[in-house]
């Protein structure tokens, strides 16, 4: 069946850089498009960026634009996120999610457990 | 402030029906029908109900419908049980430049 199961998560200060992962198996990696999205303690989802299936497309939400890169490795089977310039309102538990093959077919058909990322001094 | 707008609670009692409502715009919920409906538990991580406004993955109960009008989308829960009280997240595509919206999330309380 599908497995998400993200890692990469911890403690780091303010302005450091953090580069969660996620490995992925029981489907077709390739063919499908991923998400990274976030829940900060006691708050809603908050979507955070998508990759093609194909790594060829990236899009990302406005309060990460700039700072956070989605990648993926499909001979790994592995999406990751590489964070930089962190802050505090980016403590969160980061889930990566998949999603169908078309890019603006939003959905997310499974999610991975998530990691808790803290941002603090 | 979330892109769609959800009420924050709804109750009710075992067996009887609620629906979710989840407004948007002409740029996301009523102008696709890519909406989609989470469930999460608490401390649990959310899981897929309904997806492209109507449909239900495979192993969702047919408790669970979904609909939209306009620029508002709905989740209906018939037969209403306890191990449904969770909070409900919408989620939508839209054509702004950041693609995905979310709801603020709403908590479902059976009474």
């Known amino acids: 069946q599908v497995q998400l199961v993200e890692s990469g998560g911890g403690v780091v200060q303010p302005g450091r850089s953090l580069r969660l992962s996620c490995a992925a198996s029981g489907f077709s990696f390739s063919d499908c498009v991923m998400h990274w999205v976030r829940q900060a303690p006691g708050k809603g989802l908050e979507w955070v960026a998508i990759?093609?299936?194909?790594?060829?497309?990236?899009y990302y939400g406005d309060s990460v634009k700039g700072r956070f890169t989605i990648s993926r490795d499909n001979s790994k089977n592995t999406l990751s996120l590489q964070m930089n310039s962190l802050r505090a309102e980016d403590t969160a538990v980061y889930y990566c999610?998949?999603?169908?093959?078309?890019?603006?077919?939003?959905?997310?058909?499974?999610w991975g457990q998530g990691t808790l990322v803290t941002v603090s001094s | 402030q979330s892109a769609l707008t959800q009420p924050a609670s709804v109750s009710g009692s075992p067996g009887q029906s609620i629906t979710i409502s989840c407004t948007g715009t002409?740029?996301?919920?009523?102008?696709?029908?890519?909406v989609s409906w989470y469930q999460q538990h608490p401390g649990k991580a959310p899981k897929l109900m309904i997806y492209d406004v109507s449909n239900r993955p495979s192993g969702i109960s047919n408790r669970f419908s979904g609909s939209k009008s306009g620029n508002t989308a709905s989740l209906t829960i018939s037969g209403l049980q306890a191990e449904d009280e969770a909070d409900y997240y919408c989620?939508?595509?839209?054509?702004?430049?950041?693609?995905?919206?979310f709801g603020g999330g709403t908590k479902l309380t059976v009474l």
């Open positions: 989620c939508s595509y839209t054509n702004r430049d950041t693609l995905v919206v």
């Open positions: 999610a998949k999603g169908p093959r078309v890019v603006t077919a939003i959905r997310f058909d499974s």
């Open positions: 002409s740029s996301d919920v009523g102008g696709y029908n890519y």
């Open positions: 990759i093609s299936y194909d790594g060829s497309n990236k």
